[in-house]
């Protein structure tokens, strides 16, 4: 495995619209189109959308951002269907934490989680992530924020 985290642009993006979980899965996350749209029109936020490589081909997605102070979210992290359960995910999410420590100099990180993706929050869990039990109104999905 090599892997690369890199910023979208004109030679990836179709790539990633293309990209998507499984049908069962897609509750728990938006597709990708509709994460490059926010990052492109919800401009206050700051969203930065990520490409996930394993050399040259593209495996996965995230996107980070709403930095306030100290404090910024990682957010809509997907491995693609055909690449999940290769230990992708559990790579990339480290590889993140770091890319925005080196990039942001934040000392916290927030996600959220949909309360029916039962796995994800001991996956979190693993990385480090406390279940803070509060919900976030502005999607009504579970908080979870990591200390460095
Ligand atoms: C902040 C957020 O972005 S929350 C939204 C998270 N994203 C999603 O739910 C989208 C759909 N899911 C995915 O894209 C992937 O399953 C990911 C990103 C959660 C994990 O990526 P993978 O490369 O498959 O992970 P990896 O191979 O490292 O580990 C597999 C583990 O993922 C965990 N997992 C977490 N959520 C799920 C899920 N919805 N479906 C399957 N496995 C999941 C399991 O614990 C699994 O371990 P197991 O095989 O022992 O059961």
């Not at 979208?8 to 049908?23: C, F, G, H, P, Q």
């Not at 996930?52 to 995230?62: I, P």
């Not at 480290?94 to 929050?121: A, C, P, Q, T, W």
């Amino acid at each position: 495995m090599s892997l690369l985290i890199k910023d979208v642009d004109e030679t990836n993006w179709r790539k990633i619209v293309a990209l998507s979980v499984s049908k069962n899965q897609q509750d728990f996350i938006e597709s990708n189109a509709q994460s490059l749209l926010e990052a492109a029109y919800d401009v206050s936020l700051q969203w930065r959308p990520l490409a996930l490589y394993d050399d040259a081909q593209l495996v996965g997605f995230s996107m980070v951002g709403a930095k306030r102070g100290k404090e910024m979210w990682l957010d809509r992290i997907m491995i693609g269907t055909d690449f999940q359960g290769k230990g992708y995910g559990t790579k990339f999410i480290s590889l993140l934490m770091d890319f925005m420590k080196e990039h942001y100099g934040i000392n916290r990180i927030y996600l959220s989680v949909h309360d029916k993706n039962k796995k994800i929050i001991p996956y979190y869990q693993r990385f480090g992530f406390i279940d803070s039990q509060r919900y976030d109104p502005a999607n009504g999905e579970r908080l979870m924020y990591f200390d460095f």
